[in-house]
């Protein structure tokens, strides 16, 4: 009978009878404890126990340790108890023949951690998808191959650990053939001289429906900087070296827009950074009309504005588009106040500007007149008048 009909046999039939040659070898151990003599104590275990455990080390040590090749073990294996090795240790393929592959083991295959430094060990795990005997998964042949390692094979039955050393820098692909099926596993970026990203920042802190949003990055190396990539979610950029450009757009009304950058230098080394957002609003989508009036109206006293609805406010920190109201006169004058009393020191309104206004309670907008609209970005939240 091959390892895996007894190990079956063991694990699913004979449970009871090993459990009890185990109970038989642990009193012979204990007895010679208490004096007899200790030569005499060497029974030798059932042979189907001494085969399953020496088949459970499925890969071979090296001079500096092996990293095991299972997290799930049978409990009722020799090597459950086996400490395991350092994870600063390369895995080497098994010296045991791989078991007949059976296509029921499926899943995927990642680096536990994607960034790595040249020079280090990188991890790498299969994940089973699906359910299924955990037995199948541990007698599964694995073959592992990697791009850029030390070590560019390891194979071995339930190798589904592995940890392998990558010399140089770069982005790397793994691929596992896992009883019989192929998976390619995520890559893994190995860092070679660092890269230093101080900022990445737009050219302006809102932009209206049909402007362009700039960003610049600022970033430095030690090896020469070789490439700038940039990506954003809210569309396609344009990008030029240092500088990457979008045109706000309707859709982006009332969003923080973002960019990112990956800056590559020539020792392969790769470094993305999340770029300062943008506020946009279309100016012909109206978020409030403003209230008629006068601010310093009784009904908006301190004491009053906290109970006041929300939607007469401008939100703190959001690009809003506010329309005048259709009773106000041309020319008219606008007044703000912050809805917290205590907010008055800290309260700065960007009235269709990128600077703030250095006196907010009366000011006149320019060309301020019944339907003008008009986009607002305040530091705290507000409420604005018009008369």
Request: charged share 15%; hydrophobic share 35%.
């Amino acid at each position: 009978m091959n390892f895996s009909g007894r190990f079956r046999l063991i694990s699913r039939a004979g449970v009871s009878s090993l459990f009890s040659a185990f109970l038989l070898s642990a009193l012979s151990v204990g007895f010679t404890a208490c004096g007899s003599d200790s030569n005499s104590a060497s029974d030798e275990a059932p042979p189907e126990y001494s085969s399953a455990a020496k088949s459970s080390a499925s890969v071979k040590s090296s001079d500096s340790g092996t990293q095991t090749s299972s997290e799930s073990k049978p409990t009722s294996s020799a090597s459950s108890s086996k400490p395991k090795s350092s994870a600063s240790s390369e895995t080497t393929s098994s010296e045991e023949i791989l078991n007949e592959a059976k296509n029921v083991i499926k899943g995927t295959c990642a680096p536990t951690n994607p960034i790595i430094s040249k020079g280090e060990i990188g991890e790498w795990k299969f994940y089973r998808e699906g359910e299924g005997d955990i037995f199948d998964q541990i007698l599964a042949p694995f073959a592992w191959a990697f791009e850029g390692a030390a070590t560019t094979n390891v194979q071995g039955n339930g190798m589904d650990k592995v940890t392998i050393r990558y010399p140089d820098a770069g982005s790397f692909a793994a691929y596992l053939n896992v009883d019989g099926n192929d998976i390619a596993c995520e890559s893994i970026q190995v860092q070679g001289i660092p890269i230093v990203i101080n900022s990445c920042k737009p050219n302006r802190s809102t932009a209206k429906a049909g402007e362009t949003i700039t960003w610049t990055v600022d970033a430095e190396s030690e090896s020469p900087i070789t490439a700038y990539t940039w990506t954003s979610a809210y569309g396609e950029l344009s990008g030029s070296g240092t500088s990457g450009s979008i045109i706000a757009n309707s859709a982006m009304h009332k969003q923080s827009v973002s960019a990112t950058v990956a800056v590559t230098n020539a020792d392969n080394s790769v470094v993305k950074y999340a770029c300062d957002g943008v506020s946009v609003v279309d100016p012909e989508s109206v978020d409030l009309i403003l209230p008629l009036g006068s601010i310093n109206d009784a009904d908006y006293g301190e004491k009053v504005l906290p109970t006041l609805p929300d939607s007469l406010f401008i939100p703190a920190q959001t690009a809003t588009t506010v329309q005048i109201p259709a009773g106000a006169k041309s020319g008219c004058i606008v007044g703000c106040k912050p809805r917290l009393g205590s907010d008055y020191t800290n309260t700065q309104i960007f009235w269709d500007s990128d600077d703030p206004l250095t006196s907010f309670a009366y000011f006149t907008p320019n060309g301020c007149a019944p339907g003008k609209k008009y986009t607002v970005t305040a530091s705290v939240t507000v409420i604005c008048v018009a008369n």
